[in-house]
């Protein structure tokens, strides 16, 4: 059985969760409650000294952590369906999409930054809001141009069924939402959430669905 | 003959190049100023809509973004040597270190950081070099305790090979450097970058050792 050591707020888990669900992969989940700091409490720490979320156990393995390696790693050893393309050119942009999302944006709005931003900056409540809400708007706009110009770009972000920049995209519209951003006016990552979360692997993984969320956002 | 939009002081156009050399690939470099706001010229916005750097070109391929995509991608069409390890578990555990370094904490000290730092929250200019001095101090301290804590650390960050893991250390060690912060006190880091600057094919790729770098730092 494979154990997450996830949040159900965070969309590296979030992204994690999916792919499981998409590979028919069955595993626990364990809640680090990352509003409470339990990511610095020491028996987290020593399974991953970046104080992140989420962290992968399978088996005997040492603790696997960074959604991204953890994709990689899951489609390695459970390779259908396949979430990367199989030719070169076609995986080199599936990944790079997903780090668009992952890599560029993600890690601008986790709690550390938001702690460093009212600790060390006196950035108030609504300047820290602020803050989330540009950097999710610049991920979306910049997203959506990519997508929009490039042909390659089908149902999904890489043609017609799901891929790991479709995990990136999702995680991070949602975050979106979670802010009352909308993606209406941006038609192509409208219409491609809408394709991810008509799947039951994405819907099932979804932040507000997972033990610890709000009733209501 | 390979193409690659970079810029001296990018840690990840750093990376990228390290990546070619080490591969034995020829390639030229074409310097998008980021001080001078190049990367948001219309040209450049074409091959990449991120405003950012590097854009590898290749062939009759579409421009490539994203440097750990761009090295994924080189390590398929090229794979001689490995940058990755051949084992699963290995490939996982270079992939999050690389992801440590070069998602985690290089995206929050990048230009467009800065200026929103400034021009929104009104950060002074030793409130920002201290923002990014924290980042780049974070990034090192956890991933000194990752890599001492890990017997799979060797020479380099994973064996006695260098791996894509090693390019993202050394590129976030001399980012630190250009901020005068010093590894001396962190010695598993401070003994890989000396193992990885020991090989001509880092050396050649330096940050300083590029056309429109200043002559000392």
């Keep these: 059985m494979i ?17 499981l669900n998409l590979k028919g992969l069955a595993y626990n ?18 399974r991953n000294p ?8 399978i088996g005997d393995a040492p603790p696997m952590t960074q959604s991204l390696a ?18 070169q050119i076609g995986r080199q942009r599936v990944r790079s999409i997903a780090l668009d999302f992952a890599s560029d944006h993600h890690p601008l709005i ?22 989330i809400c540009h950097w999710l708007r610049e991920g979306l ?15 999904f972000c890489h043609g017609n ?10 995680s991070h519209v949602m975050a979106a939402r979670g802010f009352q951003i909308t993606t ?15 799947l039951e692997a994405f819907a099932r993984a979804l932040p507000l669905r997972q033990p610890g969320a709000p009733a209501t956002h």
Aim: charged letters at 25%; glycine letters at 4%; one cysteine or more.
């Design 70 to 87: 953890i994709l990689e790693y899951l489609e390695e050893i459970h390779p259908s369906p396949p979430l990367l393309p199989a030719d």
């Design 184 to 198: 209406g006016a941006l038609p192509v990552i409208d219409r491609i959430a809408t394709n991810c979360l008509a």
């Design 29 to 46: 989940e364990d809640m680090i409650d990352l509003d409470a700091g339990e990511q610095h409490a020491p028996d987290h720490l020593q």
């Design 141 to 155: 706009n910049s997203a959506e141009a990519r997508l929009a110009a490039d042909k390659a770009t089908g149902e």
């Design 3 to 19: 154990k997450l050591h996830g949040f159900w707020r965070s969309a590296a888990t979030f992204r994690v969760r999916i792919a």
């Design 161 to 170: 069924s799901p891929t790991i920049a479709d995990l990136g995209l999702i």
């Design 110 to 131: 986790v709690p550390r930054i938001r702690h460093y931003l009212a600790d060390h900056l006196e950035a108030a409540p609504d300047q820290i809001r602020e803050w």
């Design 50 to 57: 970046h104080a992140a979320v989420p962290v992968m156990r």
